[in-house]
């Protein structure tokens, strides 16, 4: 029977709505599942879209991601990064795990997290010529207290947005075609599961009969690589994480 002991209610009602699609998956496997949905319009990004970086919560609207917008990005690899994407816009957000992260990291007091990730995207997009967005709570599509998001998409393709097609679960996104591996994958994925199973995500709702799913978005040649990179990731979380993946098709 599922517990839950620490999500709050809107947390749990999210839950709930996607229990049936969770269980064709682990009825079926993500590859099985994902065969019925419109892969080819998830990955390709309108052509009247700016290319906006946002973070790699589930409740920000982007094809492209970065935790906190690129907050945790050492310097070289964020001016790397938004020049490979030909970023135009940066957004923030209130709420921001990756700004909490950053937060620690520089002894700023929790209480400005917040904050802190607000005036560091304006400087940033300031210093790079970007329009800053910032997105607030009631803008985002969960729920403001907490993570519902069960899976972690690790996208190789570059423009996987799950939110183009109904049938795909909610998750974290990182976009690994313009990080290098080792940041995506210490940095990134593990930020998404350290989230997921705190005390802002899922908790104890996450375990062997519901796991987080790791999840690689990658064409046919790159499949082997991220599914390889994923097995390598060392986590605490084992007996509650599956690795699965989706096959993109080429377009």
């Known amino acids: 029977m599922t517990n839950f002991e620490n999500p709050s209610d809107g947390v749990k009602k999210r839950w709930l709505m996607e229990q049936p699609i969770f269980d064709r ?46 907050i945790l990005l050492p310097p070289e690899e964020l001016e790397k990064y938004l020049g490979h994407t030909k970023a135009q816009v940066l957004t923030s957000h209130d709420g921001c795990g990756a700004a909490r992260i950053y937060a620690g990291m520089h002894g700023i007091d929790m209480a400005r997290a917040d904050e802190t990730g607000l005036m560091w995207a304006k400087k940033t997009a300031e210093k790079h010529g970007l329009i800053h967005e910032h997105i607030s709570a009631s803008s985002m599509s969960r729920p403001e207290e907490g993570h519902f998001a069960r899976v972690c998409y690790y996208d190789l393709t570059g423009s996987f947005d799950w939110r183009r097609d109904e049938g795909l679960p909610a998750g974290f996104t990182v976009s690994h075609k313009f990080m290098d591996t080792d ?36 064409r046919e040649e790159d499949l082997a690589r991220a599914l390889s990179e994923l097995k390598s990731l060392p986590h605490h979380y084992d007996g509650r994480v599956e690795i699965e993946h989706i096959t993109v098709p080429d377009f």
């Open 25 to 70: 998956i682990k009825s079926q496997g993500f590859s099985e599942y994902a065969k019925d949905m419109n892969l080819k319009s998830a990955c390709i990004r309108p052509e009247d879209a700016p290319i906006r970086v946002c973070c790699m919560d589930e409740g920000t609207p982007s094809f492209l991601h970065a935790a906190g917008g690129g």
């Open 183 to 218: 940041y995506a994958l210490k940095a990134e994925t593990l930020t998404a599961l350290k989230i997921a199973f705190g005390e802002h995500g899922l908790g104890h709702l996450l375990d062997a009969d519901h796991p987080f799913i790791l999840c690689a978005v990658a």
